[in-house]
């Protein structure tokens, strides 16, 4: 099936250092999400945009809508050991009958302390 | 705690068998999607339903179905098991088609077929 490209697979960081990590798409979305996954846990939902060349802050991430519409980024300021995890990218279309979220392959982010 | 419930947490079973995994949405929510997730695959839309009628249809092969019911829990069939089905499956409830992509997600259901 459809899927975005996101990078990179894996960062392994220490901790107090900032992260970034993007998707792109082939495909116009009118809705970024980006989630957080915890071994054997759903996808927590941390950010969601929904206008082209958003930006928007949940404490230490910040995530952008990019301009074109087909990519998105997520920074993450002085990561702690909880930062560790999976983060996925997911683009979406609202505004029609169907909601179903395209995901990207994930991110894996180790943090040394 | 996303407030969309699964049961069973685990499931294992044999190749052939049938079983069935169920999702509870947050309160309120009338869409519910369903995703299975495998290492290689990552996270893939199965099927959406929204009030009771079926939405969308993703990558789902025709062995599984699924429901939704009057009271908006969902079922999600699985049917002549095989190894490549082991996988975690997750539920996934928004609020309304069309106002919002904000999904939240179950614990999920890790199947096992032996």
């Known amino acids: 099936g459809q899927q975005l490209n996101q990078s990179p697979q894996s960062m392994f960081i220490q901790e107090g250092e900032d992260v970034s990590m993007n998707c792109t798409s082939s495909?116009?979305?009118?809705?970024w999400l980006w989630y957080k996954q915890d071994p054997g846990e759903g996808p927590v939902l941390l950010i969601a945009?929904?206008?082209?060349?958003e930006l928007t802050s949940n404490g230490r991430l910040t995530a952008q809508f990019g301009i074109t519409r087909k990519d998105s980024f997520l920074n993450i300021s002085a990561s702690i050991p909880s930062d560790v995890g999976i983060y996925f990218c997911?683009?979406?279309?609202?505004?029609?009958?169907?909601?179903?979220?395209?995901f990207g392959k994930g991110t894996k982010l180790s943090v040394k302390p | 705690d996303s407030g969309v419930t699964q049961t069973p947490k685990h499931l294992i079973t044999a190749t052939g068998q049938r079983v069935t995994l169920r999702c509870s949405p947050r309160s309120g929510d009338l869409s519910v999607y369903w995703y299975q997730q495998s290492l290689d695959q990552g996270l893939q839309f199965l099927i959406q339903?929204?009030?009771?009628?079926?939405?969308a249809k993703g990558n789902i092969l025709e062995r599984f179905s699924a429901q939704q019911f009057p009271d908006l829990h969902s079922e999600l069939n699985l049917s002549s098991l095989e190894l490549g089905d082991s996988a975690l499956y997750f539920c996934?409830?928004?609020?309304?088609?069309?106002?919002?992509?904000?999904?939240?997600f179950g614990p999920g259901t890790r199947l096992t077929v032996l």
């Open positions: 339903y929204y009030n009771g009628e079926e939405r």
């Open positions: 495909s116009i979305f009118n809705t």
């Open positions: 945009l929904y206008k082209a060349g």
């Open positions: 996934a409830s928004s609020a309304r088609t069309g106002s919002t992509n904000e999904q939240f």
């Open positions: 997911a683009g979406g279309y609202y505004g029609g009958s169907q909601g179903n979220l395209i």
